[in-house]
């Protein structure tokens, strides 16, 4: 998995594709290879949508080999929805595919002229680039349908919808899974808008000749992956919870600590939730002669995903994850599992992040233009979308847009990304997250655990008063509302005096849960100077917050923690190992 | 308190169907000021090996619980058990985790009721007390231990019960149906037996 293909859609006498070493971007995959490669190659001021953008493809680096679960591909860019550097992914058959041809990333670069329809054929025979102007309009599965036709079941396809095509900012990218279902998206972030943007609408990719890949040491990489997949299996949550319910298992236990956002972040806890959960869902699965249980991809141990099939038994999507099922579910106030299902195809066939969607159309509920729990018009909204009606094109561009069109004052999104289904306001460490990645409100971020817990690049104790979550934390309004900030930068932050409160509207009964105890003045939290706290005000502000901050609690540690905290750091060892032994053959330190 | 007893054919799936109503939400009979362990040991008969290796996660009046000795149940108090969830918001809310600090502000913090504080409420007092705590089963708490919670009987009230004999297809029993022509709001304890194969 050495080489790297660019295609120039911009080159003078059509797509120019040119195979290159991997050269200074070798030996690092997925996110690290499509982040790097955005940092190095697209000019930050560049627009999304333009000929300096480039859209990154990679899988990861133990992709195509025999390691479990090595299936997931990377997409980077310039967002156009946040405008800030993307890594978005996913899952389904391509990122295999991809590495077994030795593709270590596909870079799309330039601007077409015209108004091209490309299809990219990939094999070991090489790489093609036609314009075929028969695929454009297409959604998703009627995309898959014309290229099943034509090349058979057993490639991989990575395409985009209507969405994409309109370069609507929540435009996703799709993954064929092992049924050829476009249902794996790299949903954020608008990362199909920019495919779109470079006249792409699918890449066909076929591995017919391939073989899996050799590892240089092949008893020691067996071994590991091993270890590796019996741990997977093992594990109470990669072996027992998301097989058995999938992703939306969260959906109960959420929703018990309020921070399920319920009608657009109104409230932290849904009364319809036992009607949406992952053991519902997956029930009515099986009932219907669906699967509760399936992979996505070849070589999945974990199979978090499943079959949904509608009253009749046929065949509707997969399994709806847990961010689709609170977003279209609990944000909209929608507890209609057939209605959710049902949206979550439409979100895959248009081509369209769920996460944005199921906000979008919560913002669209709070301007009145639907009524919360109306599944019916939330599906016709979406459909709005794919039929490319001005009122659907607002609604591709996401929650940020919806808002502001309609003088929403409150719209939950972070650098214009719409924020996913954990509410900050109760579990704050989580905000940390959304207010400081680069890349909007991600959850997938979180690289405070690294140094909070795994101790990779330094090390913060959080219960040293030092910890991340102290960054956000804020003291509740008046009214009991909590603000949450975007864009804070952090050299506008800054230390109190020990013993001197800020000002601000601290409730008279938690002057003594903010700031932290002058005993604790060697590590006094950041917070925002006074100075900043009317600008930013006109971020996001979320209201009714259920749970107001309380007293710093003391650190606590135990058993259970000593064993999670063993194994993750043994699970991120035996990761390092498996690659150590694919590149090396050498047992990677740990 | 009246009772009252479903049975079911072995391999039923309507059995399947009747867990569902876990999830939501059930009423069991506790000793006032008694803790999340001694619930879970006493009243739903979970051994402790379970209690250990597979309730990692536990909420107590929608606070997730880090000291189930020190989270104590009072009338009317609301008890979720699960195992282990995913993701990194999921490891946050694990009893214990090392990232409990991320949720510090929910956290159940061994607070009991004012009745379990209280210098006059003796162990005697409380014994002597019984409460009705309104318990959630989730995952794969629910499919393990659920069938033996719904064998031993769950306290519903009335309308639910007959929700829940609706949802899964089985006429409704008429000590349920006397209750509401009776108008009384009044409680159940209603049992789901699978008859042995």
């Known amino acids: ?590 | 308190m009246r009772d009252l007893e479903i049975a079911l054919p072995a391999g039923d799936p309507r059995r399947e169907e009747a867990l569902a109503v876990l999830q939501a939400g059930f009423g069991m009979e506790a000793r006032v000021g008694m803790s999340a362990r001694e619930f879970m040991r006493e009243v739903l008969l979970f051994t402790d090996d379970y209690i250990e290796n597979v309730i990692s996660t536990v909420f107590l009046d929608d606070k997730p619980v880090d000291d189930i000795d020190r989270a104590l149940l009072a009338e009317g108090s609301r008890l979720a058990l699960s195992a282990a969830m995913p993701g990194l918001v999921g490891a946050i809310m694990r009893r214990g985790s090392p990232y409990a600090s991320f949720r510090e502000a929910i956290t159940h913090r061994g607070e009991g009721h004012a009745g379990a504080d209280s210098p006059e409420s003796g162990p005697d007092k409380e014994e002597a007390t019984t409460i009705i705590v309104t318990v959630k089963m989730f995952n794969s708490v629910m499919r393990d231990r659920g069938p033996g919670v719904l064998a031993r009987g769950i306290v519903l009230a009335s309308g639910r019960a007959v929700e829940l004999c609706d949802a899964i297809g089985i006429d409704t029993p008429p000590g349920i149906s006397q209750g509401l022509d009776s108008g009384e709001a009044n409680l159940l304890r209603l049992s789901i037996v699978v008859s042995p194969a």
């Open chain 1, 1 to 590: 998995m050495d080489t790297i293909i660019r295609i120039d859609v911009g080159a003078a006498k059509g797509p120019k594709v040119t195979k290159e070493a991997a050269g200074k971007y070798a030996g690092i995959g997925g996110r690290a290879l499509t982040s790097t490669v955005v940092a190095a190659e697209v000019p930050p001021l560049c627009h999304a949508l333009g000929p300096e953008n480039k859209l990154v493809i990679a899988p990861g680096l133990l992709s195509g080999t025999a390691a479990g679960n090595s299936g997931r591909l990377s997409i980077g860019c310039k967002s156009p929805l946040t405008g800030g550097i993307k890594e978005s992914n996913a899952g389904g058959q391509a990122a295999q595919v991809l590495a077994r041809l030795g593709i270590a990333g596909i870079i799309l670069e330039g601007a077409p002229a015209g108004t091209p329809c490309y299809l990219v054929t990939i094999d070991k025979d090489g790489v093609k680039v036609a314009d075929d102007q028969s695929l454009k309009g297409l959604g998703n599965y009627a995309l898959i349908d014309v290229l099943k036709k034509r090349f058979g079941e057993k490639v991989a396809v990575i395409s985009i919808g209507q969405a994409g095509e309109m370069r609507l900012p929540a435009a996703s990218i799709a993954c064929t899974d092992m049924e050829m279902h476009p249902t794996r998206h790299a949903g954020r972030g608008g990362v199909g808008a920019v495919m779109g943007s470079k006249g792409v609408k699918a890449i066909a990719i076929n591995d017919e000749g391939c073989k899996t890949r050799e590892p240089k040491n092949p008893e020691a990489f067996k071994a590991a992956n091993k270890v590796w997949i019996e741990g997977l299996k093992k594990h109470p949550v990669t072996g027992g919870g998301l097989p058995s319910f999938g992703t939306n298992v969260l959906s109960n236990i959420i929703n018990e600590a309020g921070g399920f956002p319920t009608n657009n972040f109104k409230t932290g806890q849904f009364a319809g939730v036992s009607k949406i959960s992952g053991e519902t869902c997956a029930a009515l699965e099986t009932k219907r002669g669906g699967l509760a249980t399936h992979g996505c991809h070849r070589g999945c141990v974990i199979q978090c995903s499943g079959i949904y099939n509608d009253a009749e038994g046929n065949y509707l999507t997969k399994q709806p994850e847990y961010e689709t099922v609170w977003a279209h579910g609990a944000n909209c106030g929608i507890d209609d599992m057939d209605a959710i299902a049902m949206l979550d195809r439409l979100d895959d066939d248009i081509g369209l992040d769920t996460i944005e969607m199921g906000a979008t159309v919560a913002v669209a509920m709070e301007a009145g233009l639907l009524k919360f729990g109306d599944a019916k018009g939330a599906i016709e909204l979406i459909k709005e979308i794919g039929k490319g009606t001005p009122l659907g094109r607002l609604v591709g561009s996401g929650a940020g847009a919806m808002g502001r069109a309609y003088g929403i004052e409150r719209i939950p999104v972070v650098k214009n990304q719409a924020m996913p289904a954990y509410d900050p306001r109760a579990i704050m460490g989580i905000g940390v997250t959304y207010a400081t990645t680069p890349m909007g409100a991600d959850h997938t971020a979180g690289y405070a655990i690294a140094t909070n817990i795994l101790k990779v690049g330094g090390y913060v104790d959080p219960p040293q008063g030092r910890g991340p979550d102290r960054a956000v934390a804020q003291p509740p309004d008046r009214d009991g509302s909590h603000r949450f900030h975007r864009h804070v930068p952090l050299h506008r932050l800054r230390r109190p005096r020990p013993g001197r409160h800020l000002p601000g509207p601290h409730r008279p009964d938690q002057r003594h849960a903010w700031p932290v105890p002058h005993r604790r003045r060697r590590h006094r939290p950041w917070q925002v100077h006074p100075q900043d706290r009317a600008r930013l005000q006109q971020g996001c502000r979320l209201h009714q917050g259920r749970r107001p901050p309380s007293d710093v609690d003391e650190a606590r540690s135990g058993s259970a923690a000593q064993r999670d905290l063993h194994h993750r750091g043994r699970g991120t060892r035996q990761s390092v190992q498996l690659v150590g032994f694919l590149i090396g053959g050498r047992r990677a330190r740990s």
